[in-house]
């Protein structure tokens, strides 16, 4: 049981530096789709330096906490006889289409990332804002499972996910508001 405590420990804090990286980053993101917008030559002195910070965190920070958090998951459910019996708990099938989500949003940051490291911005800043909610919906959504773990509860956490969603967004629209009204004056 102890080598089994170290492994989830291993496990949370590299889901904590891949989330923390997954939020960075996309925030890089948006700070280089508005550095678009800015005269020559601060344009392509942001970008430049942009594009090294979405570097050195993507790759010496994000994709390292994303395997081994990944890495010490697997090791708990497949070589552990409590992360075996997990297994057949329907709260973590959930949480692992929660998970796969999270790959399929990393995976989509990654592409995101190659474009914008070939100077290819497809996206606006308010695009990322919005993008950027979707690692914390995921991030709700696996909390509420692996802390509440009953199959009725964890319904009301993602109901709270998605009423949380609508709040985030009509606080977006708020602030664009906000800073369109204070960009006129």
């Not at 997954?22 to 917008?37: M, P, S």
């Not at 509860?153 to 985030?168: D, E, H, R, T, Y």
Request: net charge positive; aromatic share 20%; with cysteine.
């Amino acid at each position: 049981m102890e080598l089994y405590n170290y492994i989830k420990s291993l496990h949370l804090i590299f889901v904590i530096t891949w989330f923390a990286g997954l939020f960075y980053i996309v925030r890089l993101f948006v700070y280089h789709a508005e550095a678009k917008q800015k005269p020559q030559p601060e344009q392509d002195i942001l970008i430049k330096q942009y594009q090294l910070m979405q570097y050195r965190l993507w790759y010496i920070i994000t994709w390292p906490s994303a395997v081994l958090a990944s890495f010490f998951a697997f090791w708990m459910l497949f070589f552990t006889p409590l992360g075996q019996s997990w297994l057949q708990m329907p709260w973590m099938h959930v949480k692992l289409v929660f998970v796969f989500l999270l790959y399929l949003y990393h995976l989509k940051c990654h592409q995101i990332f190659k474009q914008l490291q070939n100077n290819e911005v497809k996206h606006s800043g308010n695009f990322f804002r919005i993008w950027n909610e979707g690692a914390t919906i995921i991030l709700f959504a696996v909390v509420f499972l692996v802390i509440l773990k009953n199959a009725i509860n964890w319904v009301f956490g993602v109901i709270g996910i998605f009423v949380f969603s609508i709040l985030i967004m009509m606080g977006f629209k708020l602030y664009k508001k906000i800073r369109e009204k204070n960009q006129n004056s």
